[in-house]
């Protein structure tokens, strides 16, 4: 039986702890609510959004919808090749509970994208990565319903169309598809990735030859501790901007001006850290308001306490105007904005 509710608070459903309300809110704990849901006039008279651990997300005001909170759990063996094992889980599981779970059965790959917030279903959503890894490296299928037919469908990874923190669930399928359940192809043979300079830095510091599975986990929960701010210390969505991509002659003109900017080569284009553009434009560790900009990293916008999602929303635009006017880059938002 689903139930759902009106006029509920969403700030602790959201990261950057925002008191939005939404009109309409679901939790769904099963596919078989999810039909359920279909069925209704709350879901087919109004927009809706999907939410997992809402650590993505700035909803800009109340939200005149429907929000679909998804809770559907369960991690299941689903096959194995000759060295790899293949799970399916749940969309509504943790992602770091979940990555921690294959590091205790022997199961590698995720370990460097332990501790990113949020759920499951919503790692495909914005192709997480961190410390060199995406979560398309060990991708295998993802399983939706799409919304508009009701039907069950299922994309594999090439399908998925995944990018620098894009996918087809932010292109063709956005709005459509509500993910079930995610399919990952785990390795059951170690094999380190610690070529990311945070993380050689910190195992350096020991005289490993190989570190094992969990000591990368615990390094990588380590550096993140001391660089990330703790939404439940201080509200905020992680990155709030994409590292924008440049082609060479920009980058040209941009390095004779400014000799010391940071850069990584993709595919014969420059990425160049946001965070540099924004600091270099003097936001590092500015407040304004109830907000401001994290004086740690400043690609991470964080709320004080009271900010409405309109104050960040609009230091966010203040952001991207001043790297404009300075740079000619117009920043692109990683955060989703609800309005
Ligand atoms: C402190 C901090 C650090 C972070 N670090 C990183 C990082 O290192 N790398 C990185 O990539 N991200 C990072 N993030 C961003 C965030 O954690 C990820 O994007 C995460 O995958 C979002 O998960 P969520 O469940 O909270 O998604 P939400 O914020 O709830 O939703 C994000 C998007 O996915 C959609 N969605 C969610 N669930 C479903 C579903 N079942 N079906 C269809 N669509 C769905 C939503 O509609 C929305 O569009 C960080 C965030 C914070 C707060």
């Not at 139930?3 to 950057?16: A, D, G, V």
């Not at 060479?248 to 420059?270: A, G």
Request: net charge neutral; with cysteine; glycine share 8%.
């Amino acid at each position: 039986m689903i139930n759902i509710l009106e006029n509920i608070s969403l700030k602790r459903y959201n990261t950057f702890g925002i008191d939005a309300k939404a009109r309409y809110f679901i939790k769904v704990h099963s596919i078989d609510d999810i039909f359920d849901l279909l069925q209704t006039k709350q879901f087919q008279e109004n927009r809706r959004i999907i939410l997992g651990g809402g650590s993505n997300l700035l909803f800009r005001s109340d939200f005149q919808g429907l929000v679909i909170l998804v809770e559907i759990k369960g991690v299941h063996f689903e096959g194995s090749t000759k060295s790899n094992t293949i799970l399916k889980v749940a969309s509504g599981e943790n992602w770091t509970d979940f990555v921690e779970l294959c590091v205790k059965n022997r199961l590698y790959g995720l370990e460097n994208l332990v501790s990113i917030p949020g759920k499951v279903g919503a790692a495909p959503v914005q192709n997480i990565g961190a410390y060199g890894v995406e979560q398309k490296d060990y991708l295998h299928k993802v399983e939706y319903i799409d919304s508009t037919t009701g039907n069950i469908e299922v994309v594999d990874k090439d399908e998925c169309k995944f990018e620098y923190r894009s996918s087809v669930f932010k292109g063709n399928l956005e709005g459509k598809a509500i993910i079930t359940n995610v399919y990952y192809e785990l390795s059951r043979e170690w094999k380190p990735n610690i070529n990311y300079k945070d993380i050689k830095q910190e195992l350096d510091k020991f005289s490993f030859v190989k570190p094992d599975a969990e000591y990368v986990l615990n390094t990588v929960k380590r550096i993140r501790k001391r660089k990330l701010p703790d939404p439940l210390d201080i509200g905020n969505a992680g990155s709030f901007f994409k590292n924008p991509v440049v082609d060479e002659s920009q980058f040209l003109t941009l390095k004779e001006k400014y000799p010391d900017i940071p850069y990584f080569l993709s595919n014969d284009k420059y990425k160049i850290p946001a965070a540099y553009l924004i600091e270099k434009c003097g936001w590092k560790g500015r407040s304004v308001g109830n907000c401001g900009v994290y004086d740690k990293h400043s690609l991470i916008l964080v709320n004080y306490g009271n900010a409405s999602g309109e104050e960040i929303y609009q230091l966010s635009e203040n952001i991207r105007q001043s790297v404009q006017e300075q740079f000619g880059i117009l920043l692109e938002r990683e955060v989703i904005v609800v309005e």
